[in-house]
């Protein structure tokens, strides 16, 4: 045997030997693994037919419609696109694209949504507003009035039924059934067609207002809006109701339903009734008996004269107009308007007289004069620097400003008995510019300042010079007036004694060597020669300037109308009042930085 034989016997046994001693396995032979996948589809509603087409690898297609399991499906990408169906919505999304994979289920749900309608509604004519119900699938019911479109309505029969309206005659028919599509429009249109009417006549009457207002209603939605006496004629029968108006100062008739008949007339009549009321006149001080005249609605008038009391006045606006009596001023105001009804059952129209006061003015010819004081002049001060002013013409209180004078402008001044003829003192600046223009606008004049601010010096306040009313003088109108001509140190001669004994002062004015420490009475010493009393001494007299130096004016080239400087926190007054003779000069300029003084008021000349 060769070799070669040799090795074939050996790898022979050796095959025979593997193949005869094998056993089987005891657990099996292990299983095949899953190379599939599974698709399962959702579709919804099961009303109807769902259709779809799935695509995948290899080209696989397959088209289905409702639910649907597929198996043994290779794995891959597969795509669901659901089918379009008349009157609904695809599923969102109508496209979806999912990976199977071996072993696993995949699932696509879609449901498909029905599209609605609408319906529209139409009766006609629109003005009658006619009644309908609309009745339709899964027992659907709507009422309305007059048109209306309905949005969202699922596909189906829908019935209609065209209500009653008073004067017309139904749609033919009277009931109608029609089709709703799927996503369609149907429209219901109903013609009302008027029936031939019996007619009649309706009149309103208020009473006792001739212009009353009223509201009529009726048959088929009638209106209308009136006033006073109306005939309405071709009126269609039926009810009608007539609604009054509020008429101020009357009390308003009840509404009113009556039944017109063919042929037939109606009279509504609406009684209004005046409310009542007492108006009291009181006029002050009744021994005047002072004239008035009252006017009231619907032209009422009514003259009188003192205190007066008024029964059973109708209600309504009144305004009581005070008539002149003479020596008094009017009240204020002089025309007032009070109002009688509601919870003002009596009202009471008040006129306080005041008797009537004008201040003693005397004219002030302009001119031209030399202001301050020589240096040699006893008493003298250094502010009082000669200068030449040439001044326009002014009239001047020929006294300062005295307790009742100022009362009359300022009724809550108050002052004691024994008082009455002395002057007012210790005044701001403020009071004594709302004193002056107070007086004007009493006297009909126009006032000369405009106020603003609060502060008691009056620093905001500015001054028309053009205007007509009251005013202060101005530091050169005083000295000015108060000279009168002279050129001394007092207007009736020179000071010969700066402190309490000067016998020159002592004709003209009340100072501490007459009348010391106490407020004096005006005019009780002889006048300047202008009239003018109390221009030296008495009390402290406010003037408009602020505190400055004197301008330079020359006699050939003088300052003119001079009104003190523009700004300064410091004011002047004239006349120290009854102090020290050197204090009562005509060209004594002492200031303040809150100056509370008298007054004598001044007006320019026309």
């Known amino acids: 045997m060769t070799r070669f034989t040799s090795i074939f016997m050996v790898l022979a046994l050796i095959c025979v030997s593997a193949i005869g001693c094998g056993e089987d396995d005891p657990a099996g032979p292990d299983p095949e693994p899953e190379t599939t996948g599974t698709i399962v589809v959702n579709a919804s509603p099961s009303t109807v037919t769902c259709s779809w087409r799935l695509t995948g690898p290899d080209s696989y297609v397959h088209n289905g419609t409702d639910d649907e399991t597929m198996t043994k499906l290779e794995p891959g990408d597969y795509t669901l696109t659901w089918i379009a169906m008349s009157g609904w919505n695809r599923p969102d999304p109508a496209v979806e694209m999912k990976t199977v994979t071996a072993g696993a289920t995949t699932t696509f749900s879609g449901t498909f949504v029905q599209q609605a309608g609408s319906i529209t509604v139409n009766p006609e004519p629109n003005a009658i507003n006619a009644p309908w119900t609309l009745t339709g699938p899964s027992s659907y019911s709507h009422s309305g009035t007059g048109d209306e479109t309905i949005p969202s309505l699922t596909p189906g029969s829908y019935t209609i039924t065209w209500g009653a309206v008073t004067g017309w005659d139904l749609p033919d028919p009277a009931t109608e059934t029609l089709a709703l599509a799927d996503g369609g429009t149907v429209t219901f249109t109903g013609t009302y067609t008027e029936q031939t009417a019996s007619t009649g006549t309706v009149r309103v009457q208020p009473q006792n207002v001739t212009d009353a207002p009223w509201y009529l209603d009726g048959p088929a939605s009638y209106s209308h809006d009136g006033t006073g006496y109306e005939e309405l004629t071709d009126m269609t029968v039926g009810d009608y109701t007539v609604t009054w108006g509020v008429v101020t100062g009357y009390t308003t008739p009840a509404q009113a339903t009556q039944t017109l008949t063919e042929g037939g007339s109606l009279l509504f009549e609406g009684g209004y009734t005046a409310q009542t009321g007492d108006i009291v006149v009181d006029t002050n001080p009744d021994a005047i008996d002072a004239p008035w005249h009252l006017e009231g609605p619907g032209g009422w008038t009514y003259d009188g004269n003192g205190d007066v009391q008024l029964s059973t006045i109708p209600w309504g606006d009144y305004t009581i107009t005070w008539g002149a009596v003479s020596g008094w001023d009017l009240p204020d105001p002089a025309t007032e308007t009070l109002t009688l009804g509601g919870s003002a059952w009596q009202i009471t129209f008040t006129g306080n007289y005041t008797q009537a006061w004008s201040p003693e003015m005397v004219l002030i010819a302009g001119g031209k004069f030399q202001m301050g004081s020589p240096v040699t002049e006893l008493g003298r001060n250094d502010n009082e620097t000669q200068h030449w002013v040439q001044v326009s013409s002014f009239y001047i209180c020929t006294t300062e400003i005295t307790n009742p004078q100022y009362q009359y402008v300022v009724p809550e001044h108050a002052y004691n008995a024994g008082e009455e003829n002395r002057a007012i003192r210790n005044k701001s600046r403020m009071a004594l510019f709302e004193f002056c223009n107070v007086l004007s606008v009493k006297k009909g004049l126009t006032p000369c300042y405009t106020i603003s601010g609060s502060d008691d010096n009056g620093a905001d306040v500015t001054c028309d010079w053009n205007a007509n009313g009251y005013r202060f003088p101005t530091e050169a109108e005083w000295e000015y007036a108060c000279r009168a001509g002279s050129t001394t140190s007092f207007a009736n001669g020179e000071i010969t004694n700066t402190t309490c004994d000067d016998p020159v002062l002592d004709l003209i004015a009340q100072y501490c060597g007459n009348d010391p420490y ?89």
């Open 518 to 606: 106490k407020v004096p009475e005006v005019a009780t010493k002889i006048p300047n020669a202008l009239g003018l009393y109390d221009m030296h001494g008495n009390v402290k007299e406010m003037v408009w300037d602020r505190y400055g130096a004197y301008g330079t004016g020359t006699f050939e080239n003088p300052d003119i109308d001079p009104t003190g400087p523009a700004t300064g926190s410091s004011f002047v007054f004239r006349d120290y009042g009854s102090g020290y003779a050197r204090n009562c000069r005509s060209a004594v300029r002492p200031w303040s930085s809150g100056p509370y003084a008298g007054l004598r008021i001044v007006r320019n000349a026309p």
